[in-house]
DNA sequence: AGCATAATTGAACAATGTTTAATATTCAAG
DNA sequence: CTTGAATATTAAACATTGTTCAATTATGCT
């Protein structure tokens, strides 16, 4: 048996995300398993449901560690481009780098489903809306004029497009001869969808 | 024992199919269960393995399914717009319209995934291909003279931007404040990509 | 009617999430 | 240092999952 101290709450709490994210990196979401984890931690599965409320709670966990991850790349990405169009394509190209270097991970964020009736913990939602704010100052400098409710509204379109073009490109590959390139996708996507926004209202 | 001649193989598949697509638009794909299944058609799970492979089999079916009704409506939608332009956007507004409308049907078909090894079957990868092959024949009516690559690049990237913004909208409710409709989001994605790429060597 | 073929069942297996009584360990008080 | 209260940990149990398979039962042909 395990002593008490060991390991502390915290410590175990840790561990036990780390080990489902080896997991989820070698076997994907579908792998994980609450004795799994406990066995590669020491432990039993009784002591998970000390520190975890349930299975999903542990891999909510683990998938804030992954958006955590993939918050900083952006935030690398985002502040290399001196140009501020550059500066938006980086961050798709970044986010779908991320995708293609962490499938399985990147996966089990928007695969993962929390049971009915079960709402997100802010904490998580937190993440997600800094994923969102980051695309949105990108384009707030790139377009300093433009209304709150207009940038907001670009931003979320880019974005979703370019998880839409990351969604169809990894695992499933729905598209079964690949002749353009995920990456050309997102030149596409980010150039000719900037450049008529740019233009909105100077020729119109 | 429910008789032999009671119901021919056939039948038998497309009562499980039916069987499946009401649980999972009731409660969703979780709660499909081979046993489920099986007695809401009035049979016992051995008898469900002699018509299909597996559970993950049966859901494919119930998808592709789903893959066929979404395919006839945008092919409504497709034909109804005398304006090329028009019909691309209305396309996309079906397929929101779609994905709204059957939350669980929709959602089944892009959580679920085959098990490691597994393949897509080629009769439902024909229904995903017919999708494509829908914008990109939208496309090439409004552009007639561009290039085959051309078009499959744009309409790639265009479905797969229709794709997540569908994505980011139903279910798992990403976006924590709901400012832009999803509406609005598919009229900018459009509007703005379409009126540069139509552009595109005329002014440039 | 009897027999071969095949559909159907029911029970079994391993693995899943989750709960809980029993046990082991720690820490503080005497 | 011993005792006892508090709690971490375990092991076993339960229901449910996918899947298989020998046994059973219905069918169709001779």
């Known amino acids: 048996m395990a002593r008490r101290n060991d390991h502390s709450r915290e410590e175990l709490q840790s561990m036990a995300i780390d ?61 290399a481009s001196r140009d501020p169009q550059q500066r938006v394509l980086k961050i798709a190209e970044t986010y779908l780098r991320f995708a293609e270097g962490h499938e399985r991970q990147w996966a089990a964020v928007f695969r993962h489903s929390l049971p009915r009736g079960h709402i997100m913990p802010d904490w998580y939602q937190a993440r997600v809306d800094a994923l969102f704010a980051l695309l949105e100052n990108a384009l707030r400098t790139l377009a300093p004029r433009r209304s709150r409710q207009s940038i907001q509204l670009a931003s979320r379109t880019l974005w979703s497009s370019v998880h839409g073009i990351c969604i169809l490109h990894t695992g499933d590959k729905l598209f079964s001869d690949s002749i353009a390139s995920p990456q050309a996708l997102l030149q596409s996507l980010v150039k000719h969808y900037l450049h008529s926004w740019l233009n909105e209202g100077k020729s119109g």
Chains 1, 2 share one sequence.
């Open 19 to 79: 080990a489902a994210r080896a997991i989820i990196s070698q076997e994907g979401i579908e792998g994980v398993s609450a004795r799994k984890v406990a066995q590669k931690i020491g432990y039993t599965v009784g002591t998970l449901y000390q520190s975890f409320e349930n299975i999903h709670d542990l891999v909510l966990h683990a998938n804030a560690f992954t958006l955590s991850e993939l918050l900083a790349e952006l935030d690398v990405a985002a502040g």
